[in-house]
């Protein structure tokens, strides 16, 4: 982590809140490097305190808040630093954001504040940064063309990729769902948000946890005491 918006992002991907991050002036850092850490590899944040060269992209606005002969209220300038950091560091994470991001995030926006249901809004906090992302653009994907199963299979294995969905031949708009895990709270929740946002309300889904239900002339899911029976 050279950058402070660096450390932004590992304290996000760390599941941390970036605004409790407190910046402070390292005026005896490492002059080749933005964040000062004692451990040049550190990958973990610790307290939440991170020194930060104040001249080593602003000069120009440092140079004379943080003169070595200016003592006069520190307090007041350790604070500016603090905001003007955090300030920074959001915007070089915006930086080349496409529209798609953009729009991403105001669907993220939207789940979390409830627009989509209490119970989507729950959901979406369980799944980790890289799943939650890809979800996004498949949301805007349905947005832009509508819901399909083959989009709903993909969103479905963005979170669980050996899971296998199929059709019932047998039955219209029908799907079940393969889950080569043990089923528990978290992961019925996510499965749950997963078919309630993308497929149509005429479909039912039937999921199956662990064990594989048992489809004729095909050996791997007819073995004793492993099928389930459908």
């Known amino acids: 982590m050279n950058y402070a918006w660096e450390v932004v992002l590992r304290a996000m991907e760390q599941g941390l809140d970036p605004h409790g991050i407190q910046f402070h002036p390292e005026l005896n850092g490492n002059p080749y490097r933005e964040a000062s850490f004692d451990e040049l590899n550190l990958t973990e944040l610790g307290d939440g305190s991170v020194g930060i060269n104040p001249l080593y992209r602003f000069t120009h606005l440092f140079g004379v808040l943080f003169d070595i002969n200016e003592d006069r209220y520190p307090q007041m300038r350790a604070m500016l630093f603090d905001v003007f950091m955090h300030y920074r560091s959001q915007l070089d994470l915006r930086q080349g954001l496409t529209k798609s991001e953009y729009y991403a995030r105001a669907i993220l926006r939207d789940l979390l504040t409830g627009a989509y249901g209490e119970r989507a809004a729950e959901a979406v906090t369980l799944f980790s940064n890289a799943e939650a992302k890809s979800i996004l653009y498949c949301m805007l994907t349905l947005i832009k063309g509508g ?29 079940l769902i393969y889950l080569p895990r043990r089923k528990n709270e978290a992961d019925e929740k996510k499965l749950d948000f997963l078919v309630s946002m993308f497929l149509d309300i005429n479909y039912t889904a039937y999921a199956f946890w662990g064990r594989h239900f048992g489809v004729i002339d095909i050996e791997e899911t007819l073995r004793f005491d492993e099928m389930l029976i459908f």
């Not at 819901?147 to 799907?175: C, Q, W």
Request: glycine residues 4%.
């Open 147 to 175: 819901g399909s199963i083959e989009l709903f299979r993909h969103a479905v294995r963005t979170v669980y990729p050996k899971a296998m969905i199929y059709r019932n031949n047998d039955v219209f708009r029908e799907v």
